[in-house]
C-alpha cells in the first residue's frame, strides 16, 4: 500500500493521538476468563502476534496509542508475520481511537497479505470495536471471526 494512500486514511480518521477517556470495566472474554486489560503475546515459532484490546486505558494508566506502539515495535523486533486483534470485550466510546490500530496494520505489508490478519468480534463489540472491524475489512481485507 503506498504511503500516500496510508497517509489519506489517516487523515480521514483524524490520527492525532487520542485524548484520554474514562474506561469501562472490562466484559468478560468468550473463553469465559476475566481479561481485565490489554494484552499480546507473540509465537516465535510461527511469528504471529495475539493482541486483544479490552479498554481505551489500562489498569496501569496507558493509553491504548502507547499499548498499540510498545506492540507494534515488539512485533516488528520480532518479525511477526501474522496478527490476530481480538475486539470481542470493546465496548462503545469514540471512533478515533481505532486510529492506531487501523494506522499501524496499514503501515505493515505482511498484515495485509491473504492470512495476514484476522480480527475477532463478537457480541459485546460495540462502537469503536465495529469502527475498526470495518476500516480493517475495508482497507486490509482481513478474516473475520465472530
Known amino acids: ?9 489517516l ?12 474506561s469501562r470495566p472490562a466484559a468478560l472474554p468468550a473463553t469465559g476468563s476475566a481479561q481485565q486489560d490489554n494484552s ?5 515459532a510461527d511469528r504471529t502476534v ?4 479490552v479498554r481505551v486505558r489500562g489498569e496501569t ?3 491504548i496509542h502507547a499499548f498499540l ?5 515488539s512485533a516488528d523486533s520480532l518479525d511477526a508475520r501474522t496478527m490476530v486483534v481480538d475486539l470481542r ?17 496499514l503501515r505493515r505489508d505482511r498484515f495485509l497479505r491473504d492470512g495476514g490478519l484476522y480480527v475477532l468480534t463478537g457480541s459485546q463489540s460495540f462502537s469503536r470495536a465495529q469502527n475498526a472491524a470495518s476500516l ?8 473475520l471471526l465472530q
Do not use: K, W
Open 1 to 9: 500500500m503506498s504511503s500516500a494512500r496510508v497517509a489519506l486514511i
Open 11 to 22: 487523515v480521514s480518521l483524524a490520527c492525532a493521538d487520542p485524548t484520554a477517556t474514562s
Open 40 to 44: 499480546y503475546s507473540i509465537n516465535g
Open 50 to 53: 495475539n493482541v486483544t484490546v
Open 61 to 63: 494508566g496507558e493509553p
Open 69 to 73: 506502539r510498545r506492540m507494534f515495535e
Open 89 to 105: 470485550s470493546l465496548t462503545g466510546s469514540d471512533a478515533r481511537l481505532v486510529t492506531p490500530l487501523v494506522g499501524g496494520i
Open 136 to 143: 480493517l475489512q475495508q482497507y486490509a481485507h482481513p478474516i
